[in-house]
């Protein structure tokens, strides 16, 4: 009988435990680097419970939209990051970013908002309700060269948790990889995931599309960028689930 009733009270309190565990677990997504001259944001999951990014919307005022528009991916797990392109554009120079769980009150509400961060001099229209989230402070901004990165753990905020991030670092959190970069003849594009039956578009800094080609395998596709003219492009790799924009230099 003895071992019966200890037997009950080991499972007693693992049930309790594990009920404890699940209600004290929480999601806790933010920006964890920016870059406005390609309109690509990495997320981060820094909670200990699985979270709906699916159902969060980027804000640039007056621009916005939903993350499932950005990706087929639905849920980020702990500590999970994901590297996606924007579909609202961001200015290089001076610019406002936010992260909300919803478009609750057209993002007006604080209790939406997730992160935020503001880059140039120029106070923006969604810096009230980032103070009044508590993820930001008023009249600052991010003063250093794009792309951006979070230094934080998850719970620091303001601009004493942004730093640099170099390029070599941005590329390492993408699915896309590019190189040699910069280059002079021949540009190699790999996704790391594998992709098929999508495309590859590259575009000068104006904006002109000078090169796009079809993906129909995961193999290396090779661009040969000989008789361009020198300077910075931005390429673009899209399937029908995902998109990504990335940056190279032609020598």
Not at 46 to 67: E, I, K, M, R, T
Not at 214 to 241: F, H, P, Q, R
Request: charged fraction near 15%; glycine fraction near 8%.
């Amino acid at each position: 009988m003895k071992r019966n009733y200890t037997l009950k009270a080991i499972l007693l309190l693992a049930i309790t435990t594990f009920c404890l565990t699940n209600l004290t677990a929480q999601e806790n997504v933010r920006i964890l680097a920016l870059d406005p001259a390609t309109n690509s944001v990495t997320l981060k999951n820094f909670g200990d419970a699985s979270a709906p990014v699916s159902n969060y919307w980027f804000c640039n005022f007056p621009l916005y939209a939903q993350v499932s528009a950005m990706t087929s991916t639905t849920t980020l797990g702990p500590g999970e990051e994901i590297n996606l392109s924007s579909t609202i554009n961001f200015a290089v120079a001076d610019g406002e970013f936010g992260l909300y769980s919803t478009n609750s009150s057209g993002f007006g509400s604080s209790a939406a908002m997730l992160d935020y961060l503001q880059w140039g001099s120029a106070g923006h229209q969604r810096e009230t309700v980032a103070v009044a989230a508590g993820v930001w402070n008023a009249g600052t901004f991010v003063n250093v060269t794009p792309p951006y990165e979070y230094t934080g753990d998850g719970t620091q905020n303001g601009v004493a948790n942004w730093s640099t991030l170099s390029v070599d670092d941005f590329d390492a959190l993408s699915n896309i990889s590019i190189y040699p970069n910069p280059t002079n003849s021949i540009l190699n594009v790999e996704v790391k995931n594998g992709m098929s039956n999508g495309t590859i578009a590259v575009f000068d800094m104006l904006g002109k599309k000078i090169y796009n080609h079809s993906i129909t395998s995961n193999d290396i596709s090779k661009i040969d960028v000989t008789n361009w003219n020198s300077g910075l492009y931005l390429i673009k790799i899209a399937s029908e689930n995902s998109s990504e924009t990335r940056r190279f230099i032609k020598n």
